[in-house]
């Protein structure tokens, strides 16, 4: 059974960078992509990026991290990273990392999700 962890998460000054890490225990061989996915306070879960496990298909990012966030892959580790460049204070929310385990159809949705890991907390003081 596919667990997600994600790490990395912390307090950083506005213009800073982090980087978190979504590591899969118990095998990765039905994840077909895997996303970010972000919830601020009072908001709704949206979709940050997501990267394909196998392949070489471009990644998809929200238009407000465009330019900014970096999603890569090291199949060997097991483990998916979300690179966050020019943090802003409105980045500020619980990153969550999912696995989808079909191919085709949208990447964007929440509901496309099957598995998700526990959260980790980014807050960007201004």
């Known amino acids: 059974q596919v667990q997600l962890v994600e790490s990395g998460g912390g307090l950083v000054q506005a213009g800073g960078s982090l980087r978190l890490s979504c590591t899969s225990s118990?095998?990765?061989?039905?994840?077909?992509?895997v996303g970010w996915f972000r919830q601020a306070p009072a908001k709704e879960r949206e979709f940050v990026t997501a990267?394909?496990?196998?392949?070489?298909?471009?990644?998809n990012y929200a238009d407000s991290v465009k330019g900014r966030f970096t999603i890569s892959r090291d199949n060997a580790k097991n483990t998916v990273y979300l690179q966050m460049n020019s943090l802003k204070p409105d980045d500020t929310a619980v990153y969550y990392c999912?696995?989808?385990?079909?191919?085709?159809?949208?990447?964007?949705?929440?509901?496309?999700?099957?598995?998700w890991g526990q959260g980790t907390q980014v807050t960007v003081s201004s």
């Open positions: 118990g095998g990765t061989l039905n994840i077909y992509t």
């Open positions: 990267i394909s496990w196998v392949g070489g298909a471009r990644p």
């Open positions: 999912a696995a989808r385990f079909r191919g085709g159809g949208s990447v964007v949705g929440a509901s496309e999700y099957d598995c």
